[in-house]
């Protein structure tokens, strides 16, 4: 079992960085890929980024890839999203997300564990 808080998110300009956090609880953490999703009003649940139970293999979407940054600390048990050169299309509320698979899954359904989101707001 592993339970998912997220913080860090929060009103930005355009061009600006946030850092989004996740703690989670569990002694299993260091076994789980680990992922960002992000959903904008009226809009699906899309995939931002994973990082493997190590912390040695990172996937992004193309929509984000070179601006945001995934890591994972297993000591603390925490999973990061470092976003940078932010932009409104990234206004959303960001879920972190915990899946048992090893495979880098994208996809909603492969992520059994899920946080209570947490709002980035980017304005022009």
């Known amino acids: 079992q592993v339970q998912l808080v997220e913080s860090g998110g929060g009103l930005v300009q355009a061009g600006g960085s946030l850092r989004l956090s996740c703690a989670a609880s569990?002694?299993?953490?260091?076994?789980?890929?680990m992922a960002w999703f992000r959903q904008a009003p009226g809009k699906e649940r899309e995939f931002v980024a994973a990082?493997?139970?190590?912390?040695?293999?990172?996937i992004y979407a193309d929509s984000v890839k070179g601006r945001f940054t995934i890591s994972r600390d297993n000591v603390k048990n925490t999973v990061f999203l470092q976003m940078n050169s932010l932009k409104p299309e990234d206004t959303a509320v960001y879920y972190c997300?915990?899946?048992?698979?090893?495979?880098?899954?994208?996809?909603?359904?492969?992520?059994?564990?899920w946080g209570q989101g947490t709002q980035v707001t980017v304005s022009s």
């Open positions: 997300a915990a899946s048992v698979l090893v495979n880098m899954p994208v996809r909603v359904f492969q992520y059994g564990y």
């Open positions: 569990g002694r299993t953490f260091s076994s789980h890929t």
């Open positions: 990082i493997s139970s190590s912390g040695g293999r990172t």
